[in-house]
């Protein structure tokens, strides 16, 4: 059990893309970001709550930042990078770096929503050189052991899955258009 207090000041910095991808390939789920952000925040003072996105582009992103917003977080967004070739980079790593850092003088605990192995170096900085406390949400089974480690608390999502995940609904458009296997054989041979 954690020990907190009312009156810690509490950043809370939302690796989004980490968090749909574990949530994704572990339970083909998607994250309940509402779920998340009570659990990090547990009854202390919530100083500010970010996500950081990266927009591709596609129909329901909008509904889904948006939804983000109205849960608390602030969305920040930044646009998927499409390189020659096809090759394809979104993430936010130094972005939230730079954030922790500067508002790490504002806050007593820093929960980072994040399984990214690349953090612990600012995990390290921030616990060490800013003293702060460091709180670290993840699915354990997808995040770094060494992050894990560094934490002051590490809180694995998978003990509870069911409280942090949605589960996908069945593509009713996709299974009511796709060919039974005899109409696929049929339409293979014609």
Known sequence: MIRTHTEQRVGVFVDVQNMYYSAKHLYDAKVNFKEILK???RNRKLVRAIAYVVKADIGEEKAFFEALENIGYEVKMKDLQVFYGGAKKGDWDIGIAMDTIELARKLDTIVLISGDGDFVPLVQHLRRAMGCRIEVMAFGRSAS???????DHFIDLDKDNRKFLISREPRREYKERRPKQHERSEQATS
Do not use: R
Not at 145 to 151: F, I, N, P, V
């Open 39 to 41: 659990e990090a925040v």
């Open 145 to 151: 052991g060494k992050l894990q480690e560094e934490a």
